[in-house]
């Protein structure tokens, strides 16, 4: 669950990272001119649609935004799990594990989301080094 094109960006990454999608994977763009009653009724159908029993982990952009709202509204309606800050090594990690059950992936994605976040710029000039010409 992402603004707009973001979320089919994402299933578009992961495409070219796994080589294939996975299946209960659906990306749920939100449209800012979407009312709250609207975005409800749209994504408690898709939690019914991917929810093969063992309930939903949705993995979602901005936590305090609308969506994450709705979101929560359904928490008591559905076997739903949210977790907010989604970026690619979070939903990746997630799919790499997706037997597991719901409430280990949870941990899953808190780590993947987190350990995707690093400032790089040491490892490339360390990285650089081992390249110079000397």
Known sequence: MAQKDVA??????VDHVLGQ???ALVA??????????ELTTA??????AVDQGEGVLIL??????????????????????LVTGLNL???IR???Y????????????????????VCATEFCLLDDAKHEVH
Do not use: Q, W
């Open 94 to 96: 997630v799919l790499n």
């Open 60 to 81: 979602a952009d901005i936590y305090g935004a609308t969506h994450i709202n709705v979101a929560c509204r359904l928490l008591a309606r559905h076997r739903v799990e």
């Open 8 to 13: 089919f960006g994402l299933l578009e990454a």
């Open 28 to 37: 749920f763009p939100v449209h800012y001119e979407t009312p709250p009653d």
């Open 98 to 117: 997706r037997d597991l059950p719901l409430d280990d992936l949870i941990g899953k994605a808190l780590s993947g989301g987190m350990e995707g976040i």
């Open 21 to 23: 999608r996975p299946p």
């Open 89 to 91: 090594p979070m939903l």
């Open 43 to 48: 994504l408690s159908k898709a939690i019914r």
